[in-house]
């Protein structure tokens, strides 16, 4: 594997060959320094080359012995180079995941070099490349699937509880969704699977550490374990995560309704805890996108392919039933008192669940005091969370607005010296003008994140919001433009608001709330987001939240207390439970490999070490899976040589590919009925079903 | 969007071929740059300009990283290059319409490199020297020799796509046992040995004659003392003669007369100042009569006189509606060129080119012949291929060069120099032999260079390092090949050369004209619905279409897959005929790719369809042997094909390695079901299908 980064910059040549400017490496792990160079030069020149041919940059340049899959991103390029026998959608996919993590964790690629130094950026590709390298099997390289947990491995009901989890986290504040991973293995994920591809590699906790944006202040007051680090989304991610709220804001009536009806573990709870957009913002959406994924069933927490899952076809039964054994026991010194007070307020029907909810309530009855204590915050510096650090990619990235050129020298003066004492330039992230604006305006905010305080201090408040919310999305509801129309004025009024503070009430409180570093990032197309993650030993709760998340340390020990309990306990199960690496049963008859589309998950039982079976097996998938990607019609295949024979099927939602081990009887290739290789199909789904793998 | 070119190391441009939307597509380009008042480059330098930098960036990394590319494709597949290098050419090809896949391309260029070598022989062995052929230094010549391979090109594109022979590459017999027993006496007792007792051949020895019937092959007869002809290099010939007499293929559908062709080469007169024009006629006149997409060579398809384009002697047969059936007038054209463009290779008339061929009991490949292709009546050809007496010397020359090659190899692999090569048995047998040729042949040059290389393999005093003596390899190669050419083809028929005198050929072409003028018409239609059983459809209910091959003789059997309005095949004719036509290619295609990678079986169902693919070896009797695993091919190997690279003939090596008692044969059955039937019904047909074509090809043909 290699990457490479290449800037062609301004190239009069007519031969750009020959003018290859310094090259930026990424990370060369098996070529040389000098073939590296060249071959940047030459790539890039020939990338040039192709692109006037043809009027689009190639998307694969393929040697003899290497195939490399390219991007071209601005002024920049990227280049991954993979081996041949990858297949070259394969290739490519790789290539984008892996710009996207480099997105998703340093922000735009011409930002992201500007401001950190190579060295430092070198060493996070490093990080990235062998991350990806430990965990990426062959499957998972034909594929580009995500790292998921054997789930026929795992209790199903630890499963659910990690849904829950999530679930609970959600209705924390400023938190939109997130995932659960288990020894870099996803467990549950509300993310849709692009989002969860970045989760699941972390950046050098070296580089991010000395941050001083993330640690040096905030660092002391997170709990241990917990680190919160600015991360970017795409517009269209963006979009997602917040997609839901809106609509449950439109019909308030009938969205818990609905939920109900679809999804009996989902409480509709627009009052338990103070954000309720936010709330369902995270809450609802996930759920929908489980939704799609699992097409099968309705429920996605027991549409796990479980086995032991009859019953798991009646979600509400399931629920009611099995949870209050398993999940009571955790998180039951939380105070299941509140809990379930508040479960009896909210009428929910299954109350058995909110002992695992309860940790959220406890702090909702300090919340008049955390809230006050957050507004006194700034002074000691909380704000600077979101401050410093992306104020440095306002000035970096050349933002074109006049103002912002006062500003800069006194945000970098604060990100350097960290003084607790200067609050009015932490108005800049809004947490002090929040609380100035908060009387008058948070009705005529356009933005969701608006409300988070106001709701937060006092629950009245937060209905206007909603109200306003429906207003404001109501016009153009259906079309896809809004959220980028509403993204661009954010992002575009926001640095003049941020660069002068004095100026804030003019501009209303729309713009200052959100983050000025927004603007920079926004216009690139990325948006800047927190990710909090927690660790529990090999357990990651990885969350992503709207921005002001960083600065509010009420929320952040909400999130925390609501989720750590249940985490220790998940954690102290799955280690329990899970097979010590189950030497592959040696009676193993047959491979399979499921690949859900949707989900970007694969099951297979492929062993470690693939035995030479197994490596005609992979060949034959990934020869296979390049078919059903380029021909859409196609739903069933054959194959079969001298020495093994493979079927495949697919539909829309997913791929299954089967292999039988026995040695079959050598046959000559004349079409035979007697041929082994034309009774697979039938093999497959009679033994696939004990996987979970219905292909009936 | 289609674009070929051939270039040196050094991004010369050797041969390009371009369709008329990427000819435009450039022109564009250009344009737009360029100032107004300049007129724009050539085609050829614009080509260059634009490609230069892949080439020799190719070549760096080649230097560098002893790799190179094989590939590019841009963002959805709308444009694909192919890059593959032979020898020291690079040739490149580029499509920007989605109509091919790297498999087609990559075949176009193995073709192409094939036809190369048949017009070429070993001259191709020396890059050098194939450059003075493909890019002679006199423009007129060069323009002639890249007109020749551009429309042998377009010819193969226009086949590849639309005959099923094509499309597998494998000849397609017209089945009418009796007509060929007539025809195989014919070939025998007028043609063969009617020119080898005559005393006119100029020792010119007739060894193969066979008829054609558009692409189909009717009959073939070959003289007792020639080897036999590979299937690669038959459908070579079908290829020059479909060049040059085209088929009415698509004419046809709305023209009930077939039309007289004019012969190929007296295109090249106006087509050669105004070849744009031209093209952008033809694909006017494709559109508006309503033909398929594919646009075919305006010269085959007149359905009135039109004056202005048509050279004067086309004109003269239309205006006669009669076809061309006398050789004279076909003769007139030939002469009005000859006087017009002297030395012309690509004249109609006799042709020197190499195929593979037994010479005194051993194998040789491109050994010269001389075709002659006897047009008998519009889509009936005749083509008699003779042997010149210079064979045995490109015997000679053929094992020396590949002697010097091996040679050349183990130096670059080891550094076996000065001692260790002496004491090498290749090397004593190799100076014996070269000692020998150089005395009888003398030769100034190629005495200098042999002991310039003697005196640096053979000292004992001054040994000379292995890069001296490569270099000294290099240069003995070179002459060898200057000998080469200078006897095949400085002094070939269509230069000149020495060959069947025009009586002769008048002769044989009027005598079979006089055998088959009663079945004229009948093979005509009959090559157009050549139906192998006609009860198919309602023997294996559910079966759609299939072809089957024997890749032993390299023949195909298959319904006929017209899509032509006026005959309808099986599958009825028009829109139905043309999808099943895209679903049998896009099988042909996939079945490629699968055995590429080792797949002898594949089966697979999309949409409505089922496709089935199965490759067997079996022995003279019919038993089925043992399937063996077929060798896995990286993506940028020459394709699974016979025209460029003799891929089963090289499987058939392979296998025969494990069972050299017996005579192993190799087939394979493409077959479309409909999706609706199960596997084992369909596995079954497929059986029984191949069981009952393996009983009906056992009639003894050739």
């Not at chain 1, 009387?439 to 709701?455: I, K, M, N, T, V």
Request: charged fraction near 20%.
């Amino acid at each position: 594997l290699l990457t490479t980064r290449h800037r062609p910059g301004c190239v009069t040549s007519d031969l750009p060959l020959y003018s290859s400017p310094a090259p930026d490496f990424a990370a060369f792990p098996q070529t040389l320094l000098d073939q590296q160079e060249l071959l940047c030069g030459q790539i890039a020149g020939v990338v040039r080359c192709i692109s006037d041919i043809s009027a689009s940059a190639p998307a694969l340049v393929r040697l003899r012995k290497l195939k490399f899959a390219v991007k071209v991103d601005g002024e920049f390029l990227w280049v991954l180079g993979c081996a041949v026998e990858l297949p070259d959608i394969s290739c490519k996919q790789f290539l984008d995941q892996l710009i996207g993590v480099f997105n998703f964790y340093n922000g735009p690629v011409s930002l992201a070099y500007k401001n950190c130094s190579q060295e430092d950026l070198r060493a996070e590709w490093d990080t990235f490349i062998e991350q990806i390298l430990k965990n990426t099997g062959d499957l998972h390289k034909i594929f580009s699937s995500l790292w998921n947990l054997d789930r026929t491995q795992v209790e199903p009901l630890l499963l659910l509880k990690a849904a829950l989890i999530l679930q609970t986290c959600q209705r924390s504040p400023h938190v939109l969704a997130g995932c659960i991973l288990y020894k870099g293995l996803i467990v549950s994920t509300q993310l849709p699977p692009s989002l969860t591809a970045k989760v699941l590699i972390h950046p050098a906790a070296s580089r991010h550490q000395p941050c001083p944006c993330c640690f040096v202040i905030l660092g002391a007051a997170l709990p241990p374990n917990v680190r919160i680090m600015p991360v970017f989304l795409t517009e269209e991610e963006a979009t997602s995560l917040r997609e839901f709220p809106r609509e449950q804001a439109a019909s308030p009536a009938a969205a818990p309704a609905r939920l109900q009806q679809c999804s009996a573990q989902q409480p509709p709870h627009p009052r338990s805890t103070g954000a309720p957009t936010d709330n369902a913002t995270g809450h609802v959406e996930p759920m929908a996108w489980m939704l799609a994924a699992t097409p099968e069933s309705a429920c996605p927490d027991v549409a796990w392919p479980d086995g032991k899952g009859e019953n798991g076809h009646l979600p509400g039964c399931d629920l009611e039933n099995v949870k209050p054994a398993k999940l009571h026991s955790p998180p039951r010194d939380e105070g299941p008192g509140l809990g379930s007070s508040l479960v009896k307020e909210l009428h929910l029907p299954w109350g058995e669940e909110e002992p695992d909810l309860s940790a959220i309530h406890i702090p909702e009855a300090q919340e008049t005091e955390t809230s006050s204590g957050y507004f006194a915050l700034p002074s000691t510096g909380a704000p600077d969370g979101g401050g410093p650090c992306f104020e440095e990619f306002v000035r970096d990235s050349g933002d074109p607005a006049p103002e912002s050129r006062d500003a800069p020298p006194v945000v970098m003066a604060i990100s350097s010296v960290l003084s607790p004492s200067t609050p009015e330039m932490l108005s800049q992230n809004g947490a002090l003008e929040q609380h100035d604006d908060l009387p008058g305006d948070s009705s005529q905010a356009p933005f969701p994140r608006e409300d988070h305080l106001p709701g937060r201090t006092s629950r009245p408040r937060s209905w206007p919001c909603s109200d306003l919310r429906q207003r404001g999305t109501a016009l153009p509801e259906g079309e896809q433009g809004v959220e980028r129309s509403v993204g661009a004025h954010d992002s575009c009024s926001a640095p003049g608001g941020s660069a002068l503070p004095e100026s804030q009430d003019d501009n209303g409180p729309s713009a200052d709330r959100r983050d000025p570093g927004l603007a920079p990032a926004s216009c690139m197309g990325l948006v800047p987001t927190n990710l909090y993650t927690h660790s529990v030993n090999g357990l990651v709760l990885s969350l992503l939240a709207e921005e002001p998340l960083r600065g509010d340390d009420a929320a952040i020990e909400e999130v925390y207390h609501s989720s750590l309990a249940s985490l220790n306990g998940l954690e102290v199960h799955l280690k329990e439970t899970l097979p010590k690496d189950a030497a592959a049963s040696p009676s193993r008859t047959y491979n399979f490999t499921h690949y859900d589309r949707i989900q970007n998950v694969l099951t297979a039982n492929l062993p470690q070490t693939a035995t030479p079976q197994d490596r005609r097996f992979l060949r034959a998938v990934s020869l296979m899976h390049s078919d059903f990607a380029q021909l859409p019609a196609l739903y069933e295949m054959t194959v079969r040589n001298a020495s093994t024979a493979v079927y495949a099927c697919c539909s829309p939602a997913q791929e299954t590919y089967f292999q039988q081990l026995a040695a079959a009887a050598r046959s000559s290739g004349f079409p035979s009925p007697q041929d082994g290789a034309f009774s697979l199909p039938g093999k497959a789904r009679q033994k696939l079903l004990k996987h979970g793998v219905n292909l009936l | 969007m289609k674009c070929v070119l051939v270039a040196t190391e050094g991004a010369e441009v050797l041969f390009y071929w371009t369709d008329e939307a990427f000819a435009e597509s450039l022109r564009l380009k250009f344009g737009r740059s360029e100032n107004e008042g300049e007129e724009l480059p050539a085609l050829e330098d614009q080509l260059s300009t634009l490609l230069a930098p892949v080439i020799i960036s190719s070549m760096t990394m080649l230097e560098k990283l002893s790799d190179t590319y094989t590939c590019f494709s841009t963002e959805n597949g709308d444009y694909l290059y192919v890059l593959h290098l032979f020898g020291e050419c690079l040739f490149v090809a580029i499509n920007g319409d989605h109509t091919e896949d790297e498999g087609d391309l990559r075949q176009k260029l193995c073709v192409l490199k094939y036809l190369f070598e048949v017009h070429f022989g070993l001259v191709t062995v020396d890059g050098q020297l194939v450059r003075k052929e493909l890019r002679p230094p006199d423009r007129e010549r060069r323009v002639q020799v890249w007109e020749h391979f551009q429309s042998l090109l377009r010819t193969y594109g226009r086949l590849r796509e639309r005959e099923q022979c094509f499309a597998v590459e494998a000849v397609e017999r017209l089945i009418h046992p009796q007509l060929c027993e007539l025809c195989i006496e014919a070939l025998e007792r007028h043609v063969i040995q009617a020119v080898n007792s005559s005393p006119e051949r100029a020792g010119e020895e007739a060894l193969h004659a066979f008829l054609l019937v558009h692409s189909k092959l009717l009959a073939f007869y070959s003289s007792h003392s020639a080897s036999s002809l590979r299937p690669a290099d038959l459908l070579a010939l079908i290829l020059l003669v479909q060049d040059r007499y085209p088929s009415e293929s698509t004419a046809e559908d709305d023209d009930p007369q077939p039309s007289p062709r004019k012969p190929r080469s007296s295109e090249s007169i106006p087509v050669q100042q105004a070849w744009s024009p031209a093209s952008t006629a033809r694909a006017r006149r494709s559109s508006a009569t309503e033909t398929d997409s594919f646009s075919l060579p305006e010269e085959y398809f007149t359905p009135a006189p039109s004056p202005g384009e048509q050279s004067s002697g086309s004109t003269v047969w239309l205006d006669e509606g009669t076809p061309p059936t006398d050789a004279p007038q076909v003769q007139i054209a030939e002469d009005t060129l000859q006087t017009l463009v002297p030395h012309s290779p690509v004249a109609s008339g006799p042709r020197r080119i190499f195929l593979d061929a037994s010479v005194k009991e051993s194998h040789c490949p491109m050994v010269p012949h001389t075709a002659y292709c006897l047009p008998l009546w519009p889509g009936i050809n005749m083509v008699l291929l003779t042997k010149s007496p210079g064979s045995p010397l490109a015997l000679v020359l053929c094992q020396l060069l590949d002697a010097f090659s091996l040679l050349e190899k183990k130096l670059k692999e080891g550094q076996e120099a000065g001692t260790t090569l002496r004491s090498h048995p290749l090397m004593g047998d190799l100076r014996q032999r070269m000692d020998k040729f150089v005395k009888n042949r003398g030769g100034q040059e190629i005495q200098s260079t042999w002991l310039e290389f003697k005196s640096k393999a053979f000292s004992r005093s001054e040994p000379g390092s292995s890069w001296e003596l490569l270099q000294a390899c290099g240069k003995v190669k070179r002459q060898l090949c200057a000998i080469y050419r200078l006897s095949f083809l400085t002094t070939a028929p269509g230069r000149g050369g020495p060959h069947l005198p025009q009586q002769l050929q008048d002769k044989v072409q009027s005598i079979m004209q006089e055998k088959l003028t009663d079945w004229k018409d009948f093979l005509l239609v009959k090559s157009r619905r050549n139906v192998t059983m006609v009860s198919y459809l309602e023997d294996f209910p559910g079966l759609v279409h299939f072809i089957y091959v024997d890749r032993t003789t390299g023949q195909m059997v298959a319904p006929s897959l017209s899509s032509s309005k006026r005959i309808s095949s099986e599958l009825g004719r028009g829109p139905l005929a043309t999808f099943i036509r895209t679903k049998v290619w896009s099988l042909i295609r996939l079945a490629r790719r699968y055995l590429q990678k080792g797949y002898a079986t594949l089966l697979f169902r999309e949409g409505d369809f089922c496709f089935s693919y199965f490759l067997w070896f079996e022995n003279e009797m019919g038993y089925k042997l043992q399937i063996i695993e077929v060798p896995v091919l990286s993506d940028d190997s020459t394709c699974i094909g016979v025209l460029g690279g003799d891929y089963y003939r090289k499987l058939l090596r392979y296998y025969s390695k494990s069972h050299p008692a017996e005579a192993v044969k190799c087939h394979e059955l493409l077959a479309l079901h409909l999706s609706v039937i199960p596997t084992d019904v369909l596995v079954q047909q497929a059986g029984e299908l191949a069981r009952r074509l393996w009983e009906t090809s056992r009639l003894p043909l050739l």
